[in-house]
């Protein structure tokens, strides 16, 4: 069966800007999350979302969203783009409360 | 909220030796515990993990031990192979929805 799938793989933004990424999970997988991988600061939460609903939520500014769709296909947006937002953002969805997760290729995210 | 620290940053192994990385985390209510390998460009990927119940876990060359009561897990890789050259990432989360990950682990296996 497919992995999770993100989109786009590679982005370049400038400052000011605002950018949507997407994340399609695994089929039948209903819980889905963000992460922003820096080398500086590893991997850092974002949110959670399960059911369309966001159940979890990082230490990130409001400038950071997201929302999941029915299909469970999620979305985040990015509003008012800062150079210290580049970065890798992986997305991963999970079975159930009771697996662990499986990660996205990621999107490279350049804010120049 | 939960804080995992991870040690050490870099490692050096020669192949066919063991490496050892170890992780602590502060949240007692914490019951999973998974690790992960990312290989330069790629995904983390899920190469085992450890439940609370569990003190030990086996998969062929790699293992991972639990103690709750001092609160850290370790990763263990027997006879090291080049290709296991990759940034290695634990994490713990409580009930699966949210986790906290290490600052990670570069293995470097020299051949």
């Known amino acids: 069966k497919a992995g999770v799938t993100q989109t786009p793989r590679y982005l370049i933004k400038t400052r000011g800007q605002q950018v949507t990424l997407s994340c399609s999970p695994i089929s039948g997988h209903r819980s889905v999350s963000w992460y922003q991988q820096t080398p500086g600061q590893g991997l850092q939460f974002l949110f959670e979302?399960?059911?369309?609903?966001?159940?979890n939520k990082g230490n990130f500014p409001g400038r950071f969203s997201g929302r999941q769709f029915s299909n469970s296909r999620s979305e985040m947006n990015v509003s008012t783009l800062e150079l210290g937002d580049s970065a890798l953002y992986l997305c991963?969805?999970?079975?159930?409360?009771?697996?662990?997760?499986?990660f996205g290729s990621g999107t490279r995210l350049t804010v120049v | 909220g939960e804080n995992v620290e991870q040690h050490p940053s870099t490692l050096s192994v020669q192949e066919g030796d063991s490496a050892v990385i170890k992780c602590t985390y502060s949240?007692?209510?914490?019951?999973?515990f998974p690790w992960y390998k990312q290989e330069l460009g790629k995904r983390p990927q899920l190469i085992i993990d450890i439940r609370s119940n569990v003190g030990e876990k086996k998969d062929q060359r790699i293992a991972v031990t639990l103690n709750k009561t001092a609160k850290h897990f370790s990763l263990h890789i027997t006879e090291t192979q080049p290709e296991d050259s990759a940034v290695y990432f634990c994490a713990a989360s409580r009930n699966f929805n949210k986790f906290y990950f290490g600052s990670g682990t570069k293995l470097n296996v020299k051949p």
């Open positions: 949240d007692s209510a914490s019951n999973y």
């Open positions: 979302y399960f059911s369309e609903t966001q159940r």
């Open positions: 991963a969805s999970s079975l159930s409360d009771a697996y662990g997760y499986t």
